[in-house]
């Protein structure tokens, strides 16, 4: 296997999706109260914006010219209130690993990536929320250190 990681592009959008599309399917199936079946979650003009904004990074995981994983960055600053201490983190907001890929530690590779990104720009965290019914990725998340800092809660209604 030859992997790399490196900066998504907008020709990259066909290949992210239909890794976004394995990760929903995850989500529609254990919660169809909020998430629908859906092969193609993402827009190509939100796909663009993200790629153009300053304060977001797509990157790429792939295995030669194959595209195998993919995460979604954000990189923010706390709210400057009189609460809070100034810092900035970055929230990961997606990572996805394709199904034949999952067990190979490429996952955790991005995880050192960012990591290792993270510390480059002084910044203090990588955040995440992750769904309660996925064990796996809790499972993976705990391996790498991350703790939990707070929850979400839902009381549904209808």
Known sequence: MQWRIREAKPADFDAINELAGQLYSIHSKNRPDIYRPCDNPLEYDYFV??????N???YIGEDGDRIIAYTILLFTDAPKRA???ERSYIELDHICVSKEYRGKSIGSKFIDYIKELAKSQQISSIELHVAEFNEDAIGFYDAKGFKPRSRTLELPIV
């Open 49 to 54: 914006s993200l790629l153009d904004d300053d």
């Open 56 to 58: 977001v990074k797509v």
């Open 83 to 85: 609460a809070y201490k």
